[in-house]
């Protein structure tokens, strides 16, 4: 009897079908991969699995038997585990009450804590999933917290666990470890379907593969039998190439510099003197995974933490102790990683939008007074020029998609023509042709002169941007190298805190072995 | 959903009027229909009918004296609604306009008590010194926030009380011993602020002749005082200064998302003191006014019994913090008071009806909105009641608390 | 006169002020803790207040006064649920719009049923008397505290002692903070955040409503238009203080009730009314100020120039 399976599920929404006819079987003990593009119909398709929507057609079989979820709890009874991209836990709770939550045990109503503990931990025990049963949530590093949200769907004797993108916030290393759990839970006879859109993630571990494109899918292989090129071609329509990188001249003098900074937050060190420099004319990629002092560092550099030791310096002016407008003023500028809550104002229109930061001097501003018709016409020309599709410069900007509303931002810094530009994540969550297009900005906007220092936990993003290319974990600088000299694996090692000269000698050594190429 | 503009569409004739037509079938008009038929039900429930009820409201707050008494009542009401729009269009929830009022008038009555025999000098210097209070006032919550961290929402509010209660001190020691109300001694004539056009002015005495003694005109020239155009220059500086100025521009997209703007360079503590400065240095400016140009002294309580504090935040927010807003609100709620005094003198009703309108209008038009009005970020803890699903949209992630990673962002 | 300071009567008018302020505070601390910032206490209260004094009058009977104070409770808490959590709009402005809402009816229907302005009070309406012990009524400062708990006193004790041992011990307490930290995870297993939201608001609405009968029932029965005064701020700010833990949540109300009875203790000594109305605002203020100045010390960092 088979694990799972779907039928004809079809959901439509105002603008777009976002499932159209989706098929789609999982054997008990396979393991499943669900790849496509953002904006393919994964998400949506996983929400109703898990009962969060519903569908407007279609069935769903599970075990056997027909099932309708109306909510989560439905999928949970019908024994589908969820494990999701941003972990659903509390941080104030311990770890076996992260994972009781919902269905504790004790009598009376009253919580019987060591029951729990017991219970969490022989859990553990079985699969092989080693967690701090006692410990609160809220310190503990990603990879374990990982287990936790699968130790939740394991308790609640899930058959069918659902891994979505579980690999955007571990080191390939730690991606290495979780297969290897994927495998385990897979030869004890539970089904595991994992979303992802990372090709050589498929070829590891997954049995099967279903590809979606725009909402239908496009292809249902076995992945023994198929090469990444087939997929990505069934992904994408076409065969997918590294974007052709503007040539350029040599780098100029600094516009960044970064001298020995450390920034201290609730009492943790999260940027540990870090020295790094972005010149005219050059992209600065930094990797490392989420969380490991990116954001601090970014935040620092744009005048929102006070450096604890070190200084900045921003075309030559040391801007230690200044605040983000009169770093702005020297030129700095910035696309920051959440694009709805500190990127744009989504009530406000694209007129608004676009006119902040310009708003201060001419042409918008003349002898104090504002000059609505040439804001108007500034945000026509913005528009026009990052080919931003919206129906008029007065729409709503939260209206927008992801792609549209990514790119008014990066019209509004970019159009700026600063001498720096710090990109945080500038193309998470956006359709495949707003990628292209971001990116095929950013080069443009190097080759003119520009200074980029692009942070991203998007390996391929940054390594085929990049110049030069830092690695960052525990918010230290772990190296900064040639673009031509980093692989995937060198940096995922430095990712993982292998310093530098360690990680070069694995990387010789797996190599002579005919280990993992780019 | 209807952005936030700023470039003017108005003039294109078809959408101006589009959006009467939006306006008038929209929320805000749902609401006042559906605060009415539930107080109408209210009232027969104690045995009115509504219909009389109303009809005297009407008739008693816009006809002949009482439409005067309704635009006498506006003034001030306007006034501290557009004091008050200063604050709450930045995204900050000034609570404390009762205490920055009341110490605007007490300052401004004790300089012109200070000053007899200055005339208009004298009372633009008492107002100013009423501005200088009222700013004070209003500040402070700021320098709190901003320094420190308790929200203004907290801090304006105590310090409310604490205005109320030292003015009221204040009060007791300036009271002359030989009277028997609680209040200061009353200013000098020539400190008053006049009527528009006195009875005794020769354009006075010629309207007084050509015009019946009803007529609205000649009640509204000789009724209303110079604090009418104050109020109406007030608003038409306010508008200015929402559009046309940077610093406006900057306090309305801090009030739209304040994250975003202190991202692109907006100095979110400046935007929090000016805005408490000038929203508490006009509503100072609006106490000022008041004792002038009203009582003539300050009595204890008096503030307090008009409402027009807390009446005048329900008046920003149904205007949804904008001044032409302000002043239709600010016309059909002080509409609505004159209109109570009116029910209680036929009826025997409680004028408190009319505050329950307001405050059911408030409560219908907010209510319809699904997407939460400008908010101020607590710094403690923003409480939010959200259960994370808006089922209208394509999710481009498996739904999920927006920032819910447990990982300490570095 | 600075033995009023320590005197047995100050502690015993301390813990008239604060049975009232401990069950209101009850009541937005567990909103606190599911997540909704209650900004309608204030409200509550008052509408307690007036229908604990109303139905004593009008059916001759304190415990029914009483019940009628919870249902107002739980009216005007209700509104709050439907336009917060509901229809999603704004906590803070539906809770500012409720308060006035409770302002303007209970003065309307103060003139309404009663014919009376301002402030009701018909001497032999039937209040809570406060209880007299016998054994433990003897004891210096203890008893003279004890003494002046009225029933709503005992039940203010026992709901603190109930929510402390409900948040930290149940199932539902468990479920309850967690929808406090984070509700979408909640909703992921199938626990469902509103409802959870909506039942604190309620049970703050019991609370408030009891609050509110001992305001207007306990001590002098009587009923004065806005006579919530403001403590529903106070309660709001405490919640905040103490972080919607209950023990610190008593002693940062207890602070607050120290000082309104001495304030209105020192008046038989020439101390202005106005000062004492005053202080308990003036003292909140200041702990306000102070505890968040002391929290900036103790994170050492130098706030960036904003």
Redesign the interface.
């Known amino acids: 009897m088979r694990a799972l399976e779907l039928t004809g599920i079809t959901k439509r929404?105002?603008?777009?079908v976002?499932n159209d006819g989706i098929s789609l079987a999982v054997e008990q003990g396979e393991i499943h991969a669900l790849i496509g593009e953002?904006?393919a119909g994964k998400?949506?398709l996983?929400?109703i699995l898990?009962g969060?929507?519903q569908p407007d057609e279609g069935t769903i079989v599970v075990g056997g038997q027909r099932r309708d979820f109306k909510?989560?709890?439905d999928a949970?009874a019908a024994g589908l585990g969820?494990v999701?991209?941003?972990?659903?836990?509390?941080?104030?709770?311990t770890v076996a009450?992260n994972v009781v939550?919902?269905?504790?045990p004790?009598r009376l109503?009253?919580?019987d804590r060591r029951a729990a503990a017991a219970e969490v931990s022989a859990l553990a025990e079985r699969y092989g999933l080693q967690v701090p049963v006692g410990k609160r949530?809220?310190?503990?590093?990603?990879g374990v917290?990982q287990r936790v949200e699968i130790l939740?769907s394991l308790y609640r004797d899930a058959r069918i666990l659902i891994l979505?993108e579980p690999t955007g916030?571990l080191t390939p290393q730690e991606s290495e470890a979780l297969f290897a759990v994927m495998r385990s839970l897979a030869d004890a006879g539970k089904s595991i379907i994992f979303i992802t859109h990372k090709l050589d993630e498929v070829m590891a571990v997954a049995d099967r593969v279903t590809v979606l494109r725009d909402g239908r899918v496009t292809a249902s292989l076995v992945t023994a039998e198929t090469s990444p090129r087939e997929i990505s071609r069934h992904m994408t329509g076409r065969d997918v190439e590294l974007s052709q990188r503007l040539g350029r001249g040599e780098p100029g003098e600094p516009v960044l510099e970064v001298e020995g900074a450390t920034v201290?937050?609730?009492?943790?060190t999260?940027?540990d003197d870090v020295t790094l420099a972005v010149r005219r004319g050059e992209i600065v990629g930094v990797a490392g995974v989420?969380?490991?002092?990116?954001?601090?560092?970014a935040a620092a550099i744009?005048?929102?933490?006070?450096l604890r030791a070190g200084r900045i310096r921003i075309a030559g002016t040391d801007v230690t102790?200044?605040?983000?407008?009169r770093?702005?003023?020297l030129g700095f500028t910035?696309i920051?990683e959440d694009r709805h809550?500190?990127?744009?104002?989504?009530?406000?229109?694209a007129?608004?939008n676009l006119?902040?930061?310009y708003?201060?001097s001419a042409p918008l501003?003349v002898r104090?007074?504002?000059q609505?018709?040439r804001?108007?016409e500034h945000a026509e020309r913005l528009i026009r020029r990052f080919g931003v599709k919206i129906a008029g410069?007065?729409?709503?900007v939260?209206?927008l998609s992801?792609g549209n509303l990514q790119k008014i931002v990066v019209a509004r810094e970019l159009g700026h023509d600063a001498p720096l530009l710090v990109a945080e994540q500038p193309t998470r969550?956006v359709d495949i042709g707003a990628i292209e297009s971001i990116h095929g900005e950013l080069d443009e906007y190097r080759a003119r002169g520009g200074a980029v220092l692009l942070i991203s936990s998007e390996l391929s993003e940054v390594l085929n941007l990049s110049d030069r290319i830092a690695v960052?974990f525990?918010?230290r600088v772990m190296a900064v190298i040639p673009a031509a000299e980093a692989t995937a694996s060198l940096l995922g090692l430095m990712m993982a805190g292998v310093p530098y000269e360690a990680a070069l000698a694995e990387e010789a050594a797996s190599a002579a072995e005919g280990g993992t190429a780019r | 959903m209807t952005a936030v503009t700023t470039a003017g569409r108005r003039r294109d004739p078809a959408v101006l009027a589009r959006r009467v037509l939006a306006a008038l079938t929209g929320t805000v008009t749902v609401s006042i229909l559906a605060a009415l038929v539930a107080v109408g039900v209210l009232l027969v429930a104690i045995g009115q009918n509504p219909f009389d009820v109303y009809g005297a409201l009407v008739e008693g707050s816009l006809t002949g004296r009482g439409l005067v008494t309704t635009l006498q009542r506006s003034v001030p009401l306007v006034g501290l609604s557009i004091a008050l729009i200063y604050s709450f269009r930045a995204g900050v929830f000034n609570l404390g306009g009762q205490g920055q009022f009341l110490v605007g008038g007490l300052a401004s009555v004790v300089t012109a008590l200070a000053l007899p025999g200055t005339g208009i000098a004298g009372i633009v210097v008492a107002c100013a010194a009423g501005v200088a209070a009222g700013a004070a006032w209003g500040v402070v919550p700021g320098v709190i926030q901003v320094t420190l961290g308790p929200p203004v929402l907290v801090t304006s509010l105590l310090l409310n009380y604490i205005g109320i209660a030292g003015v009221s001190y204040v009060i007791s020691l300036l009271k002359p011993p030989a009277s028997s109300e609680q209040a200061t001694p009353t200013i000098a004539e020539d400190l008053k602020i006049g009527a528009l056009v006195p009875a005794q002015s020769d354009l006075g005495a010629a309207m007084g002749q050509a015009l019946e003694r009803n007529d609205v005109l000649l009640l509204a020239a000789r009724g209303l005082n110079w604090s009418f155009v104050v109020v109406i220059l007030l608003v038409v500086a306010t508008i200015l200064f929402n559009r046309r100025t940077a610093t406006g521009f900057e306090a309305g997209v801090t009030g739209l998302n304040g994250a975003f703007a202190r991202n692109v360079g907006i100095r979110g503590s400046r935007i929090v003191l000016t805005s408490l400065a000038i929203s508490g240095g006009l509503a100072g400016l609006i106490g000022a006014l008041v004792v002038l140009g009203t009582n003539y002294r300050l009595l204890d309580g008096q503030f307090e019994a008009t409402g027009y504090a807390m009446t005048a935040i329900l008046v920003v927010l149904l205007g949804r913090s904008s001044p032409v807003g302000a002043v239709l609100a600010g016309f059909f709620f002080s509409m609505l008071q004159v209109g109570g005094e009116e029910l209680n003198r036929t009826f025997a009703l409680s004028p408190a009806i009319a505050s329950i309108i307001q405050a059911l209008v408030i409560f219908f038009v907010v209510l319809r909105l699904g997407i939460p009005v400008v908010t101020q970020r607590l710094r403690k803890r923003a409480e939010a009641a959200a259960t994370g699903e808006r089922v209208e949209e394509v999710p481009d992630a498996v739904p999920g608390p927006r920032d819910n990673s447990t990982v300490k962002e570095g | 006169m600075l033995e009023i300071l320590i005197a047995p009567e100050t502690f015993a008018a301390l813990v008239r002020s604060l049975v009232p302020l401990l069950l209101l505070g009850l009541g937005g601390l567990i909103c606190h803790r599911v997540g909704v910032f209650n900004v309608s206490l204030e409200g509550i209260m008052l509408a307690g207040a007036f229908g604990g004094l109303a139905g004593s009058v009008l059916t001759g009977s304190a415990i029914a006064g009483v019940a009628i104070a919870i249902v107002s409770g739980v009216i005007v808490a209700s509104s709050l649920s439907f336009g917060g959590i509901v229809r999603g709009a704004d906590p803070i402005v539906i809770g500012i719009s409720v308060n006035l809402l409770v302002v303007g009816l209970t003065s309307f229907l103060l003139f309404a049923i009663f014919g009376v302005r301002g402030s009701l009070q018909q001497p032999g309406t039937d209040g809570l008397d406060a209880i007299r012990l016998p054994g433990l009524g003897e004891v210096p400062w203890l008893g003279s505290m004890l003494n002046s708990l009225t029933a709503l006193g005992y039940v203010a004790i026992l709901a603190t002692v109930a929510m402390q041992l409900y948040l930290s011990r149940t199932r539902s307490g468990l479920r309850l903070r967690g929808v406090g930290m984070r509700p979408g995870a909640a909703a992921t297993l199938g626990i469902s955040p509103s409802r959870y939201q909506t039942a604190a608001v309620l049970v703050s609405g019991v609370l408030g409503g009891l609050a509110g009968a001992q305001l207007s029932l306990g001590n002098v029965v009587l009923f004065t238009e806005n006579m919530s005064a403001g403590r529903g701020w106070i309660v709001v700010v405490a919640v905040l203080l103490a972080n919607g833990r209950v023990l610190p949540l008593v002693g940062v109300l207890a602070l607050f009730a120290y000082v309104d009875a001495v304030g209105i203790r020192l008046q038989s000594f020439g101390l202005p009314v106005q000062f004492a109305d005053a202080a308990p605002y003036v003292v909140t203020l200041i702990a306000l100020v102070a505890i968040a100045a002391l929290r900036r010390r103790r994170g050492g960092i130098a706030v960036a120039a904003a």
């Open positions: 929404y105002p603008k777009v976002a953002n904006g998400s949506t996983v929400s898990y969060f929507v909510n989560p709890t949970i969820m999701f991209q941003n972990f659903n836990l509390f941080p104030e709770l009450e939550f919902g269905a504790e004790g109503g009253i919580v949530v809220e310190h503990l590093p990603v917290l939740k979505d916030v201290e937050l609730d009492g943790r999260a940027v989420a969380g490991n002092g990116q954001d601090a560092l744009g005048g929102h933490h006070a102790g200044l605040d983000n407008r770093r702005r003023d910035h920051p809550v500190v990127g744009s104002a989504p009530l406000g229109d007129v608004l006119a902040v930061g708003h201060r501003r104090g007074l504002l609505p018709k804001m108007v410069p007065a729409v709503a939260g209206t992801g969550g960052m525990e918010g």
